[in-house]
């Protein structure tokens, strides 16, 4: 079994920066690529970003395109969201998620094809 656990959510104004940091308990990031997800109150849960097991293939959600990058440091285990300009529309609960594959899987992530969940982040964006 694989834990992945959040961390780096918070309280933050509208234009201001957030990163999300994502460890998992063992290494399993030279065979999954890592992604991550979101879901604001009242919505289902959305794709926002995934990156491939060596870092060289990244997908984003059109809606933070350009404003947030998804890196991954191997050695360390651990997956990073960088988030600049946020706006009040990214307030949500923002998941980790682990999906075993090559190095095309991460323009396919999907919700349906997660191998492992975080528990979640809260990141909340204020006017």
């Known amino acids: 079994q694989v834990q992945l656990v959040e961390s780096g959510g918070g309280l933050v104004q509208a234009g201001g920066s957030l990163r999300l940091s994502c460890a998992a308990s063992?290494?399993?990031?030279?065979?999954?690529?890592m992604g991550w997800f979101r879901q604001a109150p009242g919505k289902e849960r959305e794709f926002v970003a995934a990156?491939?097991?060596?870092?060289?293939?990244?997908r984003y959600a059109d809606s933070v395109k350009d404003r947030f990058t998804i890196s991954r440091d191997n050695a360390e285990n651990t997956m990073y969201l960088q988030m600049n300009s946020l706006k009040p529309e990214d307030t949500a609960v923002y998941y980790c998620?682990?999906?075993?594959?090559?190095?095309?899987?991460?323009?396919?992530?999907?919700?349906?094809?997660?191998?492992?969940w975080g528990q979640g982040t809260q990141v909340t964006v204020y006017s």
């Open positions: 998620a682990a999906e075993h594959g090559g190095e095309y899987t991460a323009q396919y992530m999907g919700i349906t094809s997660i191998d492992y």
């Open positions: 063992r290494n399993i990031f030279s065979s999954y690529a």
């Open positions: 990156i491939s097991w060596s870092g060289g293939t990244t």
